[in-house]
């Protein structure tokens, strides 16, 4: 394990890791390890306290001073956090090397909902966990296509798989709710995920890590009465106790390791992946990196497709909840009195993979959007319009066959990447006063990312039209 961990100096330098639960505990130690490790690396420390975070990040500089270290900092039960995040390391990288996500907390208190809907236990154990990955999936790829390791490694229960409410995954009904079905839950989904990320996307290795028992702070949230008693039994227990240090040796070996390789990766040395059929890229292991995970169980699921089920159903709480924030932030153009609204106020600019832009601005092309919108008969007309004429300029830019271009494919289907959709996130919020996720950018239909947003630009439009013929009927 030490002698593997200490060749990634031979990877050469620029590595990059983020390290999601970073600020404290077991997440601070693997990316001490880490920088300890590496050649100038870049490193991103994500917690929930800026004091803490910052210490880190300057402890990390000081262990490694070739290295470049960031940290930032919010509330990792929110997704909309979780995307605010990832569009700042976005702007700064377009490749990751290691995501390793442990970020979570300990407590004895029943379902606590998120502002998003969420309970808040399984929304950081699970649900901004595999935000974060899709977020930054591209910057996963690119690694990988240059030659060089991207792992993903969530710390949290690998072994502890339990049974599914598979009508009720996130656990939303109170008779379904204990604790120790959140647990099963967040564990089982975890390894579930990784099977299938591992089989979608076998340039990537995902691995799920049950960390053994090491002592942190983490029973804080336990209350002053249960928190001593765990210190307490963690003094008891010391022969079993991981020692924190190797701990993080051990999940830096876990998400660097040649033996932990991508599916598309085949040599010697690669372990047995989590479906036991060879290095599948998916790996659940145990604390002493030895595989783990309640294989009948597993087996069964994976047999019933269990690992569709859950994953469709983590797409559809993402899409839920971005659509919640898609128009969270007002539109002033949709706040004015209509005589007081500029009229023909649309404005959108895209710049696509390819470096080409395109504009709708008072231009010919604009004025065809125009048009296009003024003589519709309905919003679904209007936002029809709008989606034929922006599917007609993406192909153009593409240099593509408008028919060729699919409204219902997400865009990173047509090359649209992480940092692309970052620029497009941006330009739309500039523009439109509408917020867009990356993860609505590049994993959902461009129809469905492009009009859900300019939709009430469309009825604003038709709403200007709709008074103009009211004004003309009462002049007539």
């Avoid at 940092?419 to 439109?432: D, N, P």
Wanted: net charge neutral.
């Amino acid at each position: 394990m030490r002698v593997s961990n200490a060749r990634l100096k031979d990877a050469g330098q620029g590595l990059v890791g983020v390290f999601v639960g970073g600020s404290n505990g077991i997440g601070e130690t693997t990316a001490r390890e880490f920088a300890r490790q590496t050649l100038s690396p870049r490193i991103y420390i994500i917690g929930r306290n800026e004091e803490r975070a910052a210490g880190v990040a300057a402890e990390l500089r000081s262990l490694n001073p070739s290295s470049f270290v960031h940290h930032i900092v919010g509330d990792l039960t929110l997704l909309k956090n979780v995307d605010e995040i990832c569009a700042k390391i976005l702007t700064k990288e377009n490749k990751v090397n290691v995501l390793c996500l442990s970020a979570g907390f300990l407590s004895t208190q029943g379902r606590d909902e998120t502002s998003e809907g969420l309970d808040k236990k399984l929304a950081i154990h699970y649900y901004s966990r595999w935000r974060f990955v899709m977020n930054l999936l591209h910057p996963l790829q690119v690694a990988a296509g240059n030659g060089e390791f991207a792992k993903v490694l969530s710390i949290l229960s690998a072994g502890k798989e339990g049974g599914l409410i598979l009508n009720d995954l996130g656990l939303r009904e109170e008779n379904n709710y204990t604790l120790r079905r959140v647990r099963a839950h967040a564990a089982t989904m975890n390894s579930l995920t990784v099977e299938h990320l591992a089989a979608k996307y076998p340039n990537i290795a995902f691995l799920h890590a049950f960390p053994g028992w090491v002592h942190t702070n983490v029973f804080q949230g336990l209350g002053f009465f249960l928190g001593t008693l765990m210190n307490l039994a963690f003094i008891v227990l010391r022969p079993w106790v991981t020692p924190i240090r190797e701990s993080g040796e051990r999940n830096l070996f876990a998400a660097t390791s040649e033996v932990y390789t991508a599916g598309n990766v085949k040599n010697s040395s690669s372990a047995l992946g989590s479906d036991d059929c060879g290095a599948s890229g998916g790996y659940l292991l145990d604390w002493d990196s030895k595989p783990t995970g309640n294989r009948a169980l597993l087996k069964q699921y994976r047999k019933e497709g269990v690992d569709e089920v859950v994953w469709k159903h983590t797409i559809e709480t993402f899409e839920r909840i971005s659509l919640s924030h898609t128009l969270l932030l007002p539109n002033p153009l949709l706040t004015q009195d209509v005589n007081q609204r500029p009229p023909h106020h649309w404005h959108i600019r895209l710049r696509l993979y390819n470096t080409q832009e395109f504009t709708t601005q008072q231009s010919d092309s604009s004025e065809e959007l125009q048009t296009a919108i003024t003589s519709a008969k309905s919003l679904h007309e209007a936002t029809d319009a709008v989606c034929k004429t922006l599917v007609r300029k993406l192909a153009k830019a593409m240099m593509m066959e408008s028919e060729n271009v699919d409204p219902d494919r997400p865009a990173d289907a047509y090359s649209v990447d992480s940092l692309v959709a970052v620029e497009i996130r941006t330009r739309v919020y500039k523009e439109v006063k509408s917020d867009v996720s990356v993860f609505n950018i590049l994993q959902r239909a461009v129809e469905v990312v492009i009009i859900k947003n300019c939709a009430e630009l469309a009825a604003f439009v038709t709403g200007i039209k709709e008074r103009e013929r009211a004004l003309d009927h009462a002049v007539g």
